[in-house]
């Protein structure tokens, strides 16, 4: 049975930053390109970060220069780093792996999801 667990959520000011993990089991880590969206209310999900099995990264135009995924094979887990937050990050943050066929800022690319972390951006 595969499981992501997302942690590291939480309430920050506004400039602040926080850290983001997935853990994954039940599935070869190392087999799988992995993806983190965000689902702000009111708002669609929407595609953050990816990286590739060999860790080539990729972001949304919003987020880049700020945010940086990484992943750790040994420790099966993808991390966010997330950097100058703004009120706008606000969102429940998801990790999830890529299918490995389509676009890679699909959601619907992705096969197994976790089940959110809580992202709150004080002004």
């Known amino acids: 049975q595969v499981q992501l667990v997302e942690s590291g959520g939480g309430l920050v000011q506004a400039g602040g930053s926080l850290r983001l993990s997935c853990a994954a089991s039940?599935?070869?880590?190392?087999?799988?390109?992995m993806g983190w969206f965000r689902q702000a209310p009111g708002k669609e999900n929407s595609f953050v970060a990816h990286?590739?099995?060999?860790?080539?990264?990729y972001y949304a135009n919003s987020v880049k220069g700020r945010f940086t995924i990484s992943r750790d094979n040994a420790k099966n887990t993808v991390y966010l780093q997330m950097n100058s937050l703004k009120p706008e990050d606000t969102a429940v943050y998801y990790c999830?792996?890529?299918?490995?066929?389509?676009?890679?800022?699909?959601?619907?690319?992705?096969?197994?999801w976790g089940q959110g972390t809580q992202v709150t951006v004080s002004s």
């Open positions: 990286i590739t099995r060999s860790g080539t990264t």
């Open positions: 999830a792996a890529w299918t490995g066929i389509g676009g890679y800022t699909e959601a619907r690319r992705y096969g197994y």
């Open positions: 039940g599935l070869t880590f190392a087999n799988y390109a």
